[in-house]
């Protein structure tokens, strides 16, 4: 069975809607076992993927960048299976990538501006945003206050 047969276009990428994970990437069933869509499909396509490397959703990575994909479980490019969108990377190049990504966004996943201002750095590196973390600080200031 090809993935073509279980795909819907969707701009220029192809998305897979057959079985779609609680994560928001596709599955099927593949070699003997469950898969991601989108690595069945490089492997129909390309051959096996060699140890070390990952497969990267590309048209995530160009959305991201404009701000039109916040990422996450609600990413559509996780079902994309055009094999023109997808590479090979190893797992800290895509995490390079995500971080970027995450930099460039406009907002944060709660919809505040990501603004310098607006943008608290941790000791770690971790960049999160000031609102949520005093809504949190508030949130929390309330429970022990009302206990």
């Not at 898969?35 to 160009?62: S, Y």
């Not at 079902?79 to 800290?92: K, P, W, Y």
């Amino acid at each position: 069975m090809n993935y073509t047969e279980y795909v819907a276009k969707m701009t220029d990428c192809i998305m897979w809607h057959k079985s779609i994970r609680d994560t928001g990437y596709g599955q099927r069933f593949f070699n003997g076992k469950i898969a991601r869509a989108h690595r069945a499909a490089w492997i129909e396509a390309n051959g096996d993927i060699p140890t070390g490397l990952i497969v990267d959703h590309m048209c995530h990575n160009e959305a991201a960048l404009k701000g039109e994909c916040e990422g996450g479980k609600s990413c559509k490019h996780r079902a994309c299976v055009n094999v023109e969108h997808l590479r090979l990377i190893t797992v800290s190049e895509n995490n390079k990538a995500g971080l970027l990504n995450r930099d460039n966004r406009k907002v944060c996943p709660k919809g505040h501006p990501n603004t310098e201002e607006n943008t608290m750095v941790r000791k770690s590196g971790k960049r999160e945003c000031s609102e949520c973390n005093r809504i949190r600080a508030r949130a929390n200031y309330a429970k022990k206050v009302l206990i």
